[in-house]
């Protein structure tokens, strides 16, 4: 097999493993299919996700499922307001070895995992929330003078309520740009409820396999990187990026009319990384504008900010991002 | 597959795909172009047609047009196509999620083994692309406006235009108000031809543009060109450029040398009329003709050079010149007197002041003398630097000489009749020829003196008519006022006319036309403040004192018609009635051949001698009583419309 040949091999593995994951936890999860490939192409990409929705859209059940899917260690945490940073990192406790000898041992929290499940992350203080900080963005975690890393892949899922909005602190705009995407868990429509009344209600409760290990993910990861982007792509990534600031000359009405402040660059390179992640789920080799614009709602919603008016309005960022799209035209050249 | 190859078709399908796009850009230009081609043709022809602009300007401009398609073409042709964006449009038209164009943008790059499975992977899909799809064909935007455009053309092309040659409507012509009846114009214009003449007999400058602008103002007049006003002032205008001239005082030195000649013909009369040539002389200076002056002088110097003049004759005659040159006085001797007076007054009252005897408003009285008399001597001094009396002077100084020179010339001839003759005789100075010379030169002084007045007396003339012009046009402008429908009122003269001209020929007037006539009379009477009553008395009272069964008073064509003759005027002081009588002379009186003219009709006398009679006794008369201006107008008019038509 050459090296050319190699490649689109690899481009076919890769869809067929995505395909196998996303097929493994529609198992247990129903509906929701692009809640799942936003996590998986999350995952691949590197980054971190956070899931909006109400209780009880099995946000928790799809990230225990991924993380059995894929063999990764996996771990939950409840974020309540008294939680406290140390609950999530570990802690250092005098312990008594065998030989009778007392000695101070680092006992390590939760966040050492490869998927961090943070259920409503939002409930926490800014204390709390703030630990999470260093390994989201660092994937290490420091401990008085020693610094650990985390093991990879490391990818925290947070979950928060978007009614339930008392006595709850919403993530600074420094940690939510830690998040690559924001996904919103909708309602199930009729048929998927259906089906989630059968599948749960019955004797046999559907069991998920590992279909991918952590090396195979780590490759996948590795893998993803290499799709290559052609530069008018990167140029409609970028001015569509440009579009969300409102001081550009190229945002649209809407932006200029209800943003305070647009993506940071870092809302850019999530665009590209996704993109080019899901142009390979697609068996493609190269990133096309259109992979830019599925991944560009999910990747801006959450790092565009609105102002007062916005707020007051109403306004979803989702429709503004739909409308920067419609006025972002793939070319600028004739 | 090579995928070097993979990029060259790569390549040559978006070729194939700038082709399209290119041609379909000119098509699109050109639609644009030709539309603008086409209107700019219109328009050409348009302007052509009717010939705003010439042939062979048209067809330049129309061959110049075919150069917008061209250009269009071409630019629209060459305009730079970038290739990446054509990739795109194929990739978005095919649904290759930019397969194509990324392929394309990684050609020019080292590749790495995924880049180049990319470029394999889009070669796969370039045998399912269709470039027509990616640039379907389209009709161009501006098709409907070609067609516009097209329709337009035709109808330019079909319809006429308007033509500007054709003649302009006729410029707007301002007809004024009729200021001068037909009448007036016609009696205007013969008494013009006749001032012509006079102005140039007379030799006077400018003769010939003042009758011209005379004309000029009759003929506007006459086609209603110019209103009242204008009339007036161009009048004016005339008046100042041609007639406002000063005659120097030139009635002033005809009077003097009339007075002369007059205390001349009382001092010597006697003498004068031994004298054929100086009583001429005399007699002429008395009518103020200068002409005639000049040649009684003229013969006067011929006489003087005469060698057989006795001396007595040429003692007489120096009597004669130096009685005349006494005579004329170039200073006023009205003035003189006046200051002579107050001079005597003046010098009396200071004398008075001297002595302290005068009283404040003595006082008063001769400081207001003293002015007086500086007065009176600044005006001497100015009348002594007039054309007047430098005339006189002159005039008197060579008078004084042909007196003196007959003086001397009479006693060299009684030295002559005593003493033999003198050898040196011929060296002697001639007197007689002396005095003849001197004679000479006052006769072409009186000569030129004589020219002067008769261009003087034509611009009189002229002045005269431009009067009486402009009484006539006021006159006409109070009738106009009176009724606006003008031309009305010129067939009711028109009508008068022929009535009187019937009654001249004898024939009985139609019925009713003659009280018209009558009342028309009264009618124009009473405008000048002169009622009929006033008429009637005035003709009563003539009838009173002419006797001679003049009394009747409804004689025809006193203007009475049948009315009931007035009482008699009366009068609130006593008074004796008298009745005057005239001596008879030998032949018929003026009045009575008028009289029998009338009695006895025209029937065996010419209109026209009988007119010729009418006017020089009229004319006379108005030369010598003091007919008022406003009557001297009707009475003119009123021959005018008699006169016979030749």
Redesign the interface.
């Known amino acids: 097999m050459s ?2 040949a ?3 091999e690899q ?1 076919a593995a890769f869809q067929k493993d995505c395909n196998l994951v996303l097929n493994e936890v529609g198992k247990m999860i129903v509906g929701h299919r692009d809640i799942i490939e936003g996590v998986i192409i999350a995952m691949l990409a590197g980054g971190n996700v956070l899931l909006e929705g109400v209780p009880g859209l099995g946000k928790t059940m799809l990230v225990k499922t991924l993380s059995d899917t894929l063999g990764l260690k996996f771990s939950r945490m409840q974020f309540t307001p008294d939680l406290m940073p140390s609950d999530i990192l570990g802690t250092t406790i005098l312990a008594e070895s065998q030989d009778g000898q007392r000695e101070f041992r680092f006992e390590r929290g939760p966040i050492f995992a490869n998927i961090v499940l943070a259920d409503e992350i939002n409930r926490a203080t800014p204390k709390t929330q703030s630990a999470m900080l260093e390994a989201m963005q660092e994937r290490s975690v420091t401990i008085g003078k020693e610094t650990m890393k985390l093991e990879d892949p490391f990818f925290v899922l947070a979950t928060q309520n978007p009614l339930e909005m008392e006595g709850t602190y919403p993530l600074p705009e420094a940690q939510l740009d830690r998040f690559i995407f924001k996904l919103r868990v909708l309602f199930p429509s009729l048929d998927e409820l259906h089906t989630i009344m059968d599948r749960t209600t019955q004797r046999e409760q559907p069991e998920v396999q590992e279909v991918l290990g952590r090396p195979r993910l780590l490759e996948m990861k590795a893998f993803a990187r ?8 990167q140029d409609y990534a970028l001015r569509l990026l440009q579009a969300t600031h409102p001081e550009h000359p190229a945002a649209p009405d809407i932006t200029k009319r209800f943003v305070r402040f647009g993506s940071s660059p870092r809302g850019a390179q999530a665009v590209l990384i996704a993109a080019k992640v899901s ?1 390979l789920i ?1 068996g ?8 830019i614009r599925k991944s560009a709602t999910a990747a801006f919603r959450h790092r565009i900010i609105l102002n007062f008016e916005g707020e007051a309005e109403g306004v979803q960022t989702d429709d503004i991002i739909q409308k920067i799209i419609e006025k972002t035209p ?2 600028v ?2 | 597959m090579d995928n070097n190859n993979s990029i060259g078709q790569i390549e040559r399908l978006v070729e194939r795909l700038a082709r399209r796009v290119r041609l379909q850009r000119v098509v699109n230009a050109l639609t644009t172009a030709l539309t603008l081609q086409i209107l700019m043709i219109a328009l050409l022809v348009a302007l052509a047609t009717p010939g705003w602009i010439d042939v062979a300007s048209r067809n330049m401009a129309m061959l110049a047009t075919f150069a917008i398609p061209l250009i269009t073409a071409l630019v629209a042709w060459f305009r730079k ?2 290739k ?2 054509l990739a ?1 449009v194929l ?2 038209t095919h649904d290759l ?3 194509l ?3 394309l ?2 050609a020019d790059k080292d590749r ?7 470029i ?3 070669s796969n899909f370039i045998k399912s692309v269709d470039v027509g799809l990616a640039a379907p064909w389209r009709r161009p935007a501006e098709w409907v406006a070609f067609l516009v455009a097209a329709c337009i053309l035709l109808g330019v092309g079909v319809l006429k235009m308007p033509d500007h040659r054709r003649p302009l409507a006729a410029d707007i012509v301002i007809q004024h108000d009729k200021i001068l009846d037909d009448a007036t114009l016609a009696m205007e214009r013969e008494r013009l031809e006749a001032l012509k003449q006079t102005l140039v007999e007379a030799g006077l400058e400018d003769s010939k543009e003042l009758i011209e602008a005379l004309d000029v103002l009759l003929d506007r007049a006459e086609n209603r060109e110019i209103s009242e006003k204008e009339f007036l002032e161009e009048l004016e205008r005339i008046e100042k450029k041609f007639l406002d001239k000063d005659d120097g005082g030139r009635k002033d030195l005809a009077e003097k040398l009339k007075e002369a000649a007059e205390e001349l013909e009382k001092a010597m009369g006697k003498d004068l009329n031994q004298v054929p040539e100086a009583k001429a002389l005399v007699d002429a200076l008395k009518e103020k003709d200068y002409q005639k002056a000049a040649d009684a002088m003229d013969a006067l110097a011929k006489k003087l050079a005469d060698p057989n003049l006795s001396s007595k004759d040429l003692e007489r005659l120096a009597k004669i010149m130096e009685k005349f040159s006494d005579l004329i006085d170039p200073n006023d001797p009205k003035l003189q007197k006046l200051i002579e007076e107050n001079q005597a007054l003046a010098d009396k009252l200071s004398k008075l002041f001297a002595q302290e005897k005068l009283s404040d408003s003595e006082k008063k009285r001769l400081n207001d003398v003293k002015k007086k008399v500086a007065d009176l001597n600044r005006k001497k001094k100015a009348n002594e630097g007039t054309l007047v009396s430098r005339q006189l002077k002159e005039l008197q100084r060579k008078t004084k000489e042909v007196a003196g020179g007959a003086r001397k010339a009479a006693e060299e001839k009684k030295q002559k009749g005593k003493k033999p003759e003198d050898p040196n005789a011929a060296k002697k100075p001639d007197f007689q020829q002396e005095a003849g010379k001197k004679a000479q030169d006052a006769a072409r002084d009186l000569e030129k003196e004589g020219k002067e007045q008769q261009k003087s007396e034509a611009r009189g003339a002229a002045q005269k008519q431009l009067d009486e012009l402009r009484e006539a046009m006021q006159r006409s402008g109070v009738k106009r006022g009176e009724s606006k429908d003008g031309e009305s009122q010129d067939e009711e003269k028109g009508k008068q006319m022929k009535d009187f001209l019937d009654k001249a020929k004898g024939k009985k007037p139609e019925e009713g036309k003659e009280g018209k006539f009558a009342q028309l009379g009264e009618g124009e009477e009473s405008k000048d403040g002169k009622t009929g009553t006033d008429a009637k008395k005035g003709d009563e009272r003539k009838t009173d004192k002419k006797g001679k069964g003049e009394g009747k008073g409804d004689s025809e064509g006193l203007g009475e018609g049948s009315r009931d003759l007035e009482d008699e005027t009366k009068l609130d002081a006593k008074r004796v009635d008298e009745k005057l009588e005239g001596k008879k002379g030998d032949g018929p009186t003026r009045s009575e051949v008028i009289q029998s003219a009338s009695e006895e009709g025209f029937a065996t006398t010419e209109y026209k001698e009988v007119f010729v009679d009418y006017e020089s006794v009229v004319e006379e008369v108005m030369e010598k009583e003091n007919v008022p201006k406003g009557y001297r107008f009707y009475i003119k008019r009123y021959f005018q419309l008699i006169r016979p038509q030749e």
């Open positions: 090296e050319d190699r490649v689109e481009v290499d799709v290559p982007v052609a530069r008018h792509v142009a697609d493609r080799f190269n990133v096309s504008s259109a992979d793939e070319n050249k004739s | 196509v970038d990446i964006s795109q990739d978005r999620h930019d397969r164009s990324t392929a943008f990684l790495n083994d995924f880049e180049e499975a990319q394999r992977d889009a």
